[in-house]
């Protein structure tokens, strides 16, 4: 059965704490996702690596940053939390066949305080 | 640009009521690709569907069916008898191919569907 785990799923932090989301994927797949889910606003696209090492801003990177350095570990990176990034983050996966569906981990709960 | 609407933010229906769940998309792209997950209260999207923008075909899968129509830009997703375990949130999601081989997903702001006993 294919794979994807998160580290944590709930976490709770302090405001200008360094955060590390964690993300591993049994699959082989060279593309890696993280997203955050708001209430109204859906999943947003945070940070993609479509290979080791490779990373691709998505369309709200402000105050993430992300690594990649194998291929089935992808984090994500919050150098110095805020109470607005408080949410829940998701990781996915896909194989490099375009147009694949995503294969989702079960999501980490972040609060900071 | 991609833009994916699901006008339903919530929706309570009793059990064994049919109930269907609304998406509309905007693309500007001939190919792309649109898919429904599903999200129960344990918190994992689960990939329900995939439909390319070639294959206007309704699919059903038991209670599950999809009707898409390029026409009106809609992909409406339908649960037959709806039961307890259908209670989620519903994602519509849409994918363009990108110049890069990697492809943009749009996903809508997601359906919550609450059946009661």
């Known amino acids: 059965d294919v794979k994807v785990t998160q580290s944590s799923r709930y976490l709770v932090k302090r405001t200008g704490e360094k955060v590390f989301l964690e993300c591993v994927q049994d699959?082989?797949?060279?593309?890696m996702f993280w997203y955050r889910q708001d209430p109204g606003l859906g999943l947003r696209l945070i940070y993609f690596?479509?290979?080791?090492?490779?990373?691709e801003k998505g369309d709200i990177p402000e105050g993430y940053s992300v690594s990649r350095e194998k291929k089935e570990r992808f984090s994500l990176i919050l150098e110095s939390a805020s109470t607005n990034q408080t949410s829940m983050y998701l990781c996915?996966?896909?194989?490099?066949?375009?147009?694949?569906?995503?294969?989702f981990g079960p999501g980490t709960r972040l609060t900071v305080t | 640009a991609q833009k994916v609407t699901q006008a339903q933010t919530e929706i309570s229906v009793v059990e064994k009521e049919d109930v269907t769940l609304d998406c509309v998309y905007e693309?500007?792209?001939?190919?792309?690709?649109l898919f429904w997950y599903k999200q129960p209260p344990s918190g994992e999207l689960v990939f329900l569907i995939r439909?390319?923008?070639?294959?206007?075909q309704n699919e059903i899968s038991g209670r599950y069916s999809w009707n898409f129509q390029k026409s009106t830009s809609s992909f409406n997703f339908t649960i037959t008898a709806s039961q307890v375990v259908d209670s989620a949130v519903y994602f519509c999601?849409?994918?363009?191919?990108?110049?890069?081989?990697?492809?943009?997903?749009?996903f809508g702001i997601g359906t919550k569907l609450q059946v009661i006993p």
């Open positions: 439909r390319n923008s070639f294959d206007e």
């Open positions: 996915a996966s896909t194989p490099l066949v375009s147009n694949s569906e995503q294969y």
């Open positions: 690596s479509y290979d080791v090492k490779m990373k």
């Open positions: 693309t500007r792209d001939t190919t792309y690709y």
């Open positions: 699959m082989d797949h060279e593309n």
């Open positions: 999601a849409l994918s363009e191919a990108s110049s890069g081989g990697y492809q943009k997903v749009t």
